[in-house]
């Protein structure tokens, strides 16, 4: 469904991404994964449209969408969380959904009336008047999440929905996504808390310094040294390399 | 009742007292001091639909408030047209004119203090320009030749110009209703409140920006052709004048930035302030521009959301 091959992004002198290729079946839920500079949400941002890639091209739904802005990508059915949530925060939780939910409906009654029926798929029926400023972390995550949702993607870009959250809202926010993609939407997401990734992608791509580095079912990356190495070093990926021989 | 509801009936009821004002306001003086205000009233509902409602903060707003007056006197004068085709064409002119100097600022990404110093420029331009090209009858002016009739826009008594311009008023007051009730309205709002996110749920921001600034100028030029019609006479600094730009500004931010009846409240204090501060000095000029002053820090300081916001907070805690 998502396709991206050899995609480059340059920021002066730093190459934030470099050659990355991946690709998410449609139904899944594939996760994007890797130490805290990788390059994940710029490769992100480059699926969304919010930057243009120096080279490469990425393909949605058989069509090439590299050097579209953000609102055609939208168009396109793809919605996208932020990483640092971007709540339209003078307006209340209803009006933050509404917005995306105009983009199939015109009048503003449809649209809200939409936007209370996204706000129950992620549990924020309860919250729809409070101002958006108002909401807690995990409130304006979940806020993101039905913004995003009420643009009626056929693809969902997730960039770390669960960070800043607890263990009891992280088991809830899972709950939701699997529900997503029960619906219908494709998800690719980036994340750090690891157990949410491994109970809930069914591919993973790991990203090093702008790389695609290792890519597959999470049961096999826990064990693969690259990935290792690039979260723990090389003498720990060494050393629990030789412990698996020794057991072996 | 949802706020929503409140407004379509408040709306009514509002141009209802305001049609029903001369009768408590007589003939005379007061009833064209109202004229006057509801003519910026107008001009403060433009600028609140870019400004309050869309987040660009122009200091330009005499340049659609100037070409609605100049486009009008100038097709009387040079070329014979009756002033009602002059409404009509300084309207689309002033919205014209939006869409160029929109088009020009929202295309290079332009936002908050360099917009407002492109707008600034833009009316300084056109200032300049109305100085000193030969049609506009230059820095002597132009002025309309006396001809009362209402075929002509040109009324007897006051109160014929007070209906005028009551329904020019409603025009902008409607049409910003008609926007806060929009998917436009609710796109422009996003805009407003954050770029990034609104572009990520399929908002063509500059498409957005450019609607705005363009009605914007259509309504404020609406009230340019008022006043050339009330007072029969314009120069280069009238209409041009920054002093034009700032009052299009004040109103709003005194009355409630990005609220439908705050441009009109905003005015009315601001026009009965001017009224206080001229009986108190014996008509010392610029002293009611020291109390404008004076005002929009307190407003600043103690009422960000204006006088519309404060009513607001006071309706919840009674409630």
Same mark, same amino acid.
């Given at each position: 469904? $998502?396709?991206?091959?050899?995609?480059?992004?340059?920021?002066?002198?730093?190459?934030?991404?470099?050659?990355?290729?991946?690709?998410?079946?449609?139904?899944?839920?594939? /996760?994007?994964?890797?130490?805290?500079?990788?390059? &994940?949400?710029?490769?992100?941002?480059?699926?969304?449209?919010?930057?243009?890639?120096?080279?490469?091209?990425?393909?949605?739904?058989? @069509?090439?969408? =590299? /050097?579209? &802005?953000?609102?055609?990508?939208?168009?396109?059915?793809?919605?996208?969380?932020?990483?640092?949530? @971007?709540?339209?925060?003078?307006?209340?939780?209803?009006?933050?959904?509404?917005?995306?939910?105009?983009?199939?409906?015109?009048?503003?009654? =449809?649209?809200?009336?939409?936007?209370?029926?996204?706000?129950?798929?992620?549990?924020?029926?309860?919250?729809?008047?409070?101002?958006?400023?108002?909401?807690?972390?995990?409130?304006? &995550?979940?806020?993101?999440?039905?913004?995003?949702?009420?643009?009626?993607?056929?693809?969902?870009? $997730? =960039?770390?929905?669960?960070? /800043?959250?607890?263990?009891?809202?992280?088991?809830?926010?899972? #709950?939701?996504i699997r529900g997503i993609r029960d619906s219908g939407v494709t998800v690719l997401l980036t994340e750090h808390v690891m157990q949410a990734v491994m109970s809930l992608c069914e591919h993973i791509h790991v990203l090093n310094q702008g790389r695609v580095i290792a890519a597959g079912a999470p049961s096999l990356l826990v064990t693969d040294p690259k990935v290792v190495e690039a979260y723990l070093g090389r003498a720990a990926a060494g050393r629990i390399e030789a412990g698996s021989r020794h057991a072996s | 009742m949802n706020p929503d509801r409140i407004k379509l009936i408040a709306v009514p009821v509002v141009l209802a007292a305001l049609a029903a004002a001369p009768l408590a306001l007589g003939t005379g003086y007061w009833l064209g001091l109202a004229t006057t205000t509801l003519m910026f009233a107008c001009l403060a509902q433009a600028w609140n639909l870019l400004g309050g409602y869309g987040g660009q903060f122009s200091y330009g707003h005499a340049l659609f408030f100037g070409t609605g007056a100049y486009v009008t006197a100038v097709l009387q004068v040079r070329l014979g047209l009756d002033p009602w085709t002059g409404l009509i064409a300084g309207t689309i002119a002033g919205g014209a004119i939006g869409a160029f100097c929109g088009a020009l600022s929202f295309r290079y990404g332009l936002k908050g203090s360099y917009f407002a110093l492109v707008t600034l420029a833009f009316a300084e331009v056109f200032r300049i320009l109305a100085t000193s090209v030969p049609f506009?009858?230059?820095?002597?002016?132009?002025?309309?030749?006396?001809?009362?009739?209402?075929?002509?826009? @040109?009324?007897?008594?006051?109160? %014929?110009?007070?209906?005028?311009?009551? *329904?020019?008023?409603?025009?902008?007051?409607?049409?910003?209703?008609?926007?806060?009730?929009?998917?436009?309205?609710?796109?422009?709002?996003?805009?407003?409140?954050?770029?990034?996110?609104?572009?990520?749920?399929?908002?063509?921001?500059?498409?957005?920006?450019?609607?705005?600034?363009?009605?914007?100028?259509?309504?404020?030029?609406?009230?340019?052709?008022?006043?050339? @019609?009330?007072?029969?006479? $314009?120069?280069?600094? *009238?209409?041009?004048?920054?002093?034009?730009?700032?009052?299009?500004?004040?109103?709003?931010?005194?009355? %409630?930035?990005?609220?439908?009846?705050?441009?009109?409240?905003?005015?009315?204090?601001?026009?009965?302030?001017?009224?206080?501060?001229?009986?108190?000095?014996? #008509?010392?000029?610029?002293?009611?521009?020291?109390?404008? /002053?004076l005002l929009l820090i307190i407003v600043l300081r103690f009422l960000p959301d204006g006088i519309v916001g404060l009513i607001g907070r006071l309706g919840r805690r009674h409630a």
């Amino acid at each position: 469904m $998502l396709e991206v091959a050899n995609v480059s992004k340059r920021f002066g002198g730093l190459l934030a991404v470099d050659g990355a290729s991946l690709k998410v079946a449609e139904g899944s839920i594939a /996760g994007l994964i890797g130490p805290n500079g990788a390059g &994940k949400t710029t490769l992100f941002s480059m699926i969304a449209g919010a930057v243009p890639p120096t080279a490469g091209e990425i393909s949605f739904a058989g @069509q090439r969408i =590299d /050097g579209l &802005k953000s609102h055609e990508v939208c168009h396109r059915g793809i919605g996208r969380t932020f990483q640092i949530t @971007q709540p339209f925060a003078g307006l209340s939780v209803r009006e933050n959904i509404a917005v995306g939910a105009h983009l199939h409906h015109r009048r503003r009654a =449809d649209a809200l009336a939409a936007a209370a029926e996204v706000a129950k798929l992620v549990g924020m029926a309860g919250l729809l008047d409070r101002p958006a400023a108002s909401l807690t972390v995990a409130g304006r &995550k979940r806020l993101e999440l039905a913004r995003a949702l009420a643009t009626r993607p056929r693809l969902l870009l $997730l =960039d770390e929905v669960m960070a /800043g959250l607890n263990p009891t809202e992280i088991g809830e926010i899972i #709950g939701v996504i699997r529900g997503i993609r029960d619906s219908g939407v494709t998800v690719l997401l980036t994340e750090h808390v690891m157990q949410a990734v491994m109970s809930l992608c069914e591919h993973i791509h790991v990203l090093n310094q702008g790389r695609v580095i290792a890519a597959g079912a999470p049961s096999l990356l826990v064990t693969d040294p690259k990935v290792v190495e690039a979260y723990l070093g090389r003498a720990a990926a060494g050393r629990i390399e030789a412990g698996s021989r020794h057991a072996s | 009742m949802n706020p929503d509801r409140i407004k379509l009936i408040a709306v009514p009821v509002v141009l209802a007292a305001l049609a029903a004002a001369p009768l408590a306001l007589g003939t005379g003086y007061w009833l064209g001091l109202a004229t006057t205000t509801l003519m910026f009233a107008c001009l403060a509902q433009a600028w609140n639909l870019l400004g309050g409602y869309g987040g660009q903060f122009s200091y330009g707003h005499a340049l659609f408030f100037g070409t609605g007056a100049y486009v009008t006197a100038v097709l009387q004068v040079r070329l014979g047209l009756d002033p009602w085709t002059g409404l009509i064409a300084g309207t689309i002119a002033g919205g014209a004119i939006g869409a160029f100097c929109g088009a020009l600022s929202f295309r290079y990404g332009l936002k908050g203090s360099y917009f407002a110093l492109v707008t600034l420029a833009f009316a300084e331009v056109f200032r300049i320009l109305a100085t000193s090209v030969p049609f506009t009858g230059g820095g002597a002016g132009i002025l309309i030749p006396l001809k009362v009739s209402p075929a002509n826009f @040109q009324f007897a008594d006051k109160a %014929g110009f007070y209906y005028a311009m009551l *329904i020019l008023f409603a025009v902008s007051l409607i049409v910003t209703l008609a926007v806060e009730r929009s998917r436009f309205g609710a796109y422009l709002v996003a805009v407003r409140e954050n770029e990034a996110a609104a572009a990520a749920l399929g908002i063509d921001i500059f498409r957005v920006k450019l609607g705005a600034i363009t009605l914007s100028g259509a309504l404020a030029a609406l009230s340019g052709v008022f006043y050339a @019609q009330f007072f029969l006479y $314009l120069d280069p600094h *009238i209409a041009y004048g920054s002093g034009v730009s700032v009052e299009a500004l004040l109103a709003p931010i005194i009355g %409630g930035i990005g609220t439908l009846f705050g441009p009109l409240i905003g005015a009315i204090v601001m026009r009965a302030l001017g009224e206080v501060a001229n009986v108190w000095t014996d #008509g010392a000029p610029g002293l009611n521009l020291a109390l404008f /002053g004076l005002l929009l820090i307190i407003v600043l300081r103690f009422l960000p959301d204006g006088i519309v916001g404060l009513i607001g907070r006071l309706g919840r805690r009674h409630a």
